[in-house]
C-alpha cells in the first residue's frame, strides 16, 4: 500500500514565523502535491512538483513555497506565517504524469497561527 | 472560480436506503471524474471514478453517473452504512490537475 506521511499532524505558529510542512511518500511516485482544505471551500491546489527540483504553481501559490530536493519528499514552505494561512494541509502523490487522476493523501497537518 | 459544485452540503438518509450526491462542472475540457471520500482526521481517500468517454462506472454499492450534456455526475450509494458517514468530495480533471468541489457530508443514520 501506498504511504503518504506527514510530518507534522498538528502545529500552532505565530504569526511572521517560518513554517515547514514536511511529505515523504513511499511508492517511488513522480507527482506530488499540496492542497488546502478550508469549510466551504473544498480542497485547493497550492503548489505541485512532477519530478525532483521541478515544482509548479498551483491556484492559490501566493504566501507559499515549495521544496523537492529529493523525489520521495516534497516540503512546503510558508515564508512567514499569517493567520488566513491557518488551515487543514493535505500532502498527495501520484505515480506518474499519465495517471488516472487518483491521488493517495496524506492524513494531513492541521496548521494553527495565532 | 469553482468550476466544480457540490450544492446540498450535508445529506442525511436511513441505513439501507440509497445516498444521491450530485456534482455539477462548467468546464467541458475535463476528461476524468473521480469521487473521494473524507473522514475526519483523515486524509481523502479514492473511491470511484469516469471517464469522460463513459456514462456509467459501478463499483460494489458504488455507482457513479456521468451526463456530459449537462455537465452533470452523480454518485449513488445503495445500500447506505453507517461507515458511509463522511465528507464526500467531487473532482475532476483537465491537464493532470485536479479540481475539487466544496464537499457534501453525508450522515447514515442506523
Not at chain 1, 9 to 33: A, I, P, S, W
Not at chain 1, 48 to 76: A, H, T
Not at chain 1, 82 to 111: D, H, P
Not at chain 2, 63 to 80: E, G, W
Request: hydrophobic share 35%; aromatic share 12%; proline share 4%.
Amino acid at each position: 500500500d501506498v504511504k503518504v506521511t506527514q510530518s507534522s499532524r498538528y502545529l500552532v505558529k505565530r504569526t511572521g514565523e517560518k513554517v515547514f510542512l514536511e511529505c515523504v511518500q513511499d511508492m517511488d511516485h513522480e507527482n506530488m502535491f499540496w492542497y488546502r482544505q478550508d469549510p466551504g471551500l473544498g480542497l485547493r491546489l497550492i503548489y505541485f512538483s512532477y519530478d525532483v527540483k521541478m515544482k509548479e504553481k498551483g491556484d492559490i501559490p501566493e504566501g507559499y513555497s515549495v521544496s523537492r530536493e529529493k523525489k520521495e519528499r516534497f516540503s512546503l514552505i510558508l515564508e512567514s506565517a499569517s493567520t488566513n494561512q491557518t488551515s487543514m494541509y493535505l500532502c498527495a502523490s501520484t505515480k506518474n504524469r499519465v495517471n488516472t487522476g487518483e491521488l493517495f493523501f496524506g492524513e494531513g497537518s492541521r496548521l494553527t497561527v495565532l | 472560480d469553482q468550476q466544480v459544485k457540490q450544492n446540498s452540503p450535508s445529506l442525511s438518509v436511513q441505513e439501507g436506503r440509497i445516498s444521491i450526491l450530485n456534482c455539477d462542472y462548467t468546464n467541458s475540457m475535463f476528461d476524468y471524474f473521480l469521487w473521494y471520500k473524507k473522514y475526519p482526521a483523515e486524509g481523502p481517500t479514492f473511491l470511484i471514478s469516469i471517464s469522460s468517454i463513459k456514462d456509467k462506472n459501478e463499483d460494489g454499492r458504488f455507482t457513479v453517473f456521468l451526463n456530459k450534456s449537462a455537465k452533470h455526475l452523480s454518485l449513488h450509494i445503495v445500500p447506505s452504512q453507517p461507515g458511509d458517514s463522511a465528507v464526500y468530495f467531487c473532482a475532476a480533471r483537465r491537464n493532470n490537475r485536479l479540481a475539487f468541489g466544496k464537499g457534501n457530508q453525508v450522515v447514515v443514520i442506523p
